[in-house]
């Protein structure tokens, strides 16, 4: 099953620079910067670096973006070419399941397009599913989200933010609004409040988590589905 390649500010297009070039020069530039076709080779990644990552993501481009970039940038930063010639921003329409219509969660969203980047189809397939059952399933957010943030591993950059443990709650679905209705209930909060906010957040640093936990199994060849 394994189709996950074996060699070798993420917001924005990570570390890509544009420079005008004539002449000679031209092919150069043009090799330099062409994407070789998908799979790309996947390096492992650190799993407790892209929550945080993922974590700190959210408060700029929300839930599917999060996830995304975390895992790109960190493929950037680890790789270089070609994920630091990605655009992460383009995953911001994923926001609120998918431009707040809260249909499939943003986090999903943004995983499924980042495993496509370094798996085949047969194996993104295999991959997502389990991500997707685990999220459908899990007590969400996770303890160690929560004990991240009471004991400041998290870092925010607003003095407000939520830093105490959030109650947690099993979504039983992939899709945005049900994910958010249920904790809300669970937590007995509004879907405006900033704790539900904190909460996707968190959600969001699991989901990124997970994902690598499930592109590392797939590289060392452990994953089973």
Partial sequence: MKQLGSKAGALGVAGAGVSIVSGADTGEAVAAFAMPPLPWPYTPLDVEETRKRAHGHYAEVHCCAGVFSSIVGGLALAAGHPFDKIPCGMMAYGASGVAGFGSLCG??????????????KKTTDAVMTELMSWYAAAP????????????GVFTWKTPDAV???????????????????RWCKAANLGSGSKERSERCARVTGDVAAK????????HDGSFRR
């Avoid at 969400?140 to 004991?151: C, G, H, S």
């Fill in 107 to 120: 986090t999903l969203n943004g995983a499924g397009a980042a495993v496509s980047l370094v798996c085949g």
């Fill in 140 to 151: 969400l957010p996770t303890a160690t989200a929560n004990e991240y943030a009471v004991t």
């Fill in 163 to 181: 830093r105490t443990e959030l109650a947690q709650s099993v979504a039983g679905d992939n899709l945005c609004h049900l994910s958010v209705t």
């Fill in 211 to 218: 994902t690598v936990e499930l592109l590392n199994a797939v």
